[in-house]
Nanobody, 123 residues
Framework: QVQLVESGGGLVQAGGSLRLSCAAS????????MGWFRQAPGKERLLVAGISWSGGDAYYPDSVKGRFTISRDNAKNTVYLQMNSLKPEDTAVYYC????????????????WGQGTQVTVSS
């Protein structure tokens, strides 16, 4: 069992930056692929960044590539999402999630989820 708690969301102007953090409980954090998803009102939840157990593989969709960076600190049981050059369309609830499968880039691979943190980007 893994419990995930996100933090770092908030209100930011377009062009600004935010760093989200996700703290995980449990001793096996380093065994999970970690992902950040987002869900805007009325839209489906989408993966915006994923990182493998070791941090050696990462995934970004084209919509955030070059602007978002995922990283992890296995010693601190924490995964981060650095978001730069934010746009109003990045506004959403951001969720942290964990998957057992290595390099899991599909939502159905994720079995543990946090409660989410709101990110609002004003124009």
């Amino acid at each position: 069992q893994v419990q995930l708690v996100e933090s770092g969301g908030g209100l930011v102007q377009a062009g600004g930056s935010l760093r989200l953090s996700c703290a995980a409980s449990g001793r096996t954090f380093s065994s999970y692929t970690m992902g950040w998803f987002r869900q805007a009102p009325g839209k489906e939840r989408l993966l915006v960044a994923g990182i493998s157990w070791s941090g050696g593989d990462a995934y970004y969709p084209d919509s955030v590539k070059g602007r978002f960076t995922i990283s992890r600190d296995n010693a601190k049981n924490t995964v981060y999402l650095q978001m730069n050059s934010l746009k109003p369309e990045d506004t959403a609830v951001y969720y942290c999630a964990a998957a057992v499968k290595y390099s899991a880039w599909v939502q159905t691979d994720y079995i543990y989820w946090g409660q989410g943190t709101q990110v609002t980007v004003s124009s």
